[in-house]
């Protein structure tokens, strides 16, 4: 198992590697100017325009920045946003604890909520039951979750004012209040990627029970006289959740990336 995953992290890196050379490549020769809002400003002179640019580099061919740009990976230097005129660094650490939050909480609700709902739906298979959730879970993780996001902002934010659809990622949790607040602003990020996240491992949960469930062990279980509840859940469900554990794990990547663009909704 060591060995494995020394080998799979040993991939990983020039997989790394190239992905970031390619988006570097790509924003570096795209047609766009970081420094366009200052140029933008007659206020500003064009020697201090100049200045900025050589200080931040912008002026050195874009190998050279993009071999600068790791050297300061190393040292944990991620480079400057020019988005938000502050380090990179200083953004991650503001905002990293909150998306952590969000998703951890959306990841264990989608599993409570695909749990029970997969092992209904793999049970009664063919039923109208089955068909209800099999179509839900289709639409579940069809639907874009910024739509999903841009639907519940309308709904709960702008047409009936219970909740902010404005995540605040800068508001500290000091006292009752704050943390109402708080809770308050993550009940929609959550809803959104949970459901999707739920939507995922319903199907996954629903297949593998599906396999299980015509097998030799199952109806040995039942030929014993254990009631059909304890033949589900002891014996089907366990052994179903294996290789749905190993899926979960591989999807969590996946959510974070899910999890970007909820935010920008939500900001």
């Known amino acids: ?14 997989t790394l590697l190239a992905i970031s050379f390619v988006v570097y ?14 140029g933008a400003d007659p206020r500003v002179p064009p020697e201090v325009r100049e200045a900025i640019r050589h200080s931040l580099g912008l002026d050195d061919p874009w190998p050279v920045r993009y071999v600068k740009w790791l050297g300061g990976l190393v040292t944990g230097n991620f480079g400057y946003s020019f988005m938000s005129h502050s380090p990179v660094i200083e953004l991650i650490q503001q905002r990293l604890p909150n998306t952590l939050a969000v998703v951890g909480v959306a990841y264990i609700v989608g599993l409570l909520i695909a749990l029970p709902v997969g092992m209904i739906s793999a049970v009664r298979r063919n039923s109208w039951l089955d068909h209800v959730i099999s179509t839900t879970t ?16 309308i709904v709960f934010a702008v047409k009936l004012h219970w909740l902010p659809f404005i995540y605040n990622s800068n508001l500290k949790v ?3 209040q704050s943390l109402t607040e708080q809770l308050r602003q993550s009940i929609m990020p959550i809803a959104v990627l949970g459901l999707f996240d739920a939507a995922v491992f319903t199907r996954y949960i629903r297949a593998e029970m599906l396999e299980h469930l015509p097998l030799d062990y199952v109806r040995t279980a039942r030929s014993k006289g254990i009631q059909e509840r304890a033949v589900v859940i002891r014996h ?26 909820t935010e920008q909704i939500f900001h």
């Open 236 to 261: 089907v469900l366990r052994n179903s959740l294996i290789p749905v554990v190993t899926l979960v794990a591989l999807g969590i990547p996946g959510v974070f990336g899910g999890a970007i663009v």
């Open 174 to 176: 000091t006292d009752i």
């Open 25 to 38: 490549v790509i924003l570096a020769l795209a047609p766009l100017d970081p420094l366009a809002s200052f």
């Open 138 to 153: 289709y639409f579940g993780f069809s639907v874009p979750t910024f739509f999903t996001g841009l639907v519940l902002i």
């Open 1 to 14: 198992m060591g060995r494995y995953i020394v080998r799979r992290l040993l991939i990983a890196i020039p």
